[in-house]
């Protein structure tokens, strides 16, 4: 059964963190994986209209006095990314700092079912988003590895910006050792929804390769 994405990235992320990505510029915001249309004339700030302009939410750090070589009071003068900015006065200056988010140590809290009740995903980790309402899953956040391949997507990968994004069939093949001569070949014929069933379905051919050459090596050495 296929999964929308929206729906579940709302289901499985608890807290998600403020990085890059565009963000409709109205009063009730949405963010939006891609832009919205350009027009000829750009109404800059916030709006009645829902997908009218684009905006960037960028992951940014609130600084004391930029401008000055030394502080001058007692304090921290760089704040946390999301912590709320300094107090505003009428001699300080106040600026912000743009950060590279997969850099600032910003996670994602994927709903688990686990004591803390959620496991961090962070750039580059691979999350399972199969039956994403459900309360009894484990094991959906995975480090430096992919889980078992399905023939179907149910795997996603968590990018810099802070969002799951689904792993396209190309890399399906890759995790299972194909080449991308042998990916180009079937995408030809097939769908995506073929690719990945195949993906599934097929096997790691590694593996397969290592298995081989073991059981060679034990029938010269008998």
């Known amino acids: 059964m296929g999964v929308n994405r929206n729906q579940t990235q709302n289901a499985l992320v608890e807290v998600a963190s403020e990085n890059i990505c565009f963000i409709d510029l109205c009063k009730q915001p949405q963010l ?8 000829a004339r750009y109404n800059a700030g916030i709006t009645n209209h829902k997908a009218d302009n684009s905006g960037v939410l960028v992951c940014a750090r609130a600084v004391l006095t930029p401008d000055r070589k030394n502080k001058r ?6 704040k946390d990314c999301g912590e709320p900015s300094f107090t505003l006065t009428c001699q300080d200056k106040h600026g912000v700092l743009l950060c590279d988010p997969s850099l600032c140590g910003l996670h994602l809290k994927i709903k688990e079912a686990t004591k803390k009740g959620y496991a961090k995903a962070y ?15 484990r094991g959906r956040v995975s480090k430096d590895f992919a889980h078992a391949l399905m023939t179907s997507c149910e795997q996603g990968t968590v990018t810099a910006h802070g969002r799951i994004r689904k792993l396209t069939p190309s890399e399906c093949f890759r995790l299972q050792g194909f080449t991308d001569e042998m990916f180009y070949r079937a995408r030809v014929v097939n769908s995506d929804n073929q690719l990945y069933k195949q993906a599934g379905n097929g096997v790691t051919i590694p593996v397969i390769y290592d298995i081989g050459k073991k059981l060679w090596e034990v029938y010269h050495a008998e």
């Open 32 to 39: 939006t994986d891609t832009a919205r249309c350009l027009k």
């Open 73 to 78: 009071q007692n304090g921290r003068r760089l």
């Open 123 to 137: 750039p580059g980790d691979c999350v399972n988003f199969s039956f994403p309402t459900s309360n009894n899953r």
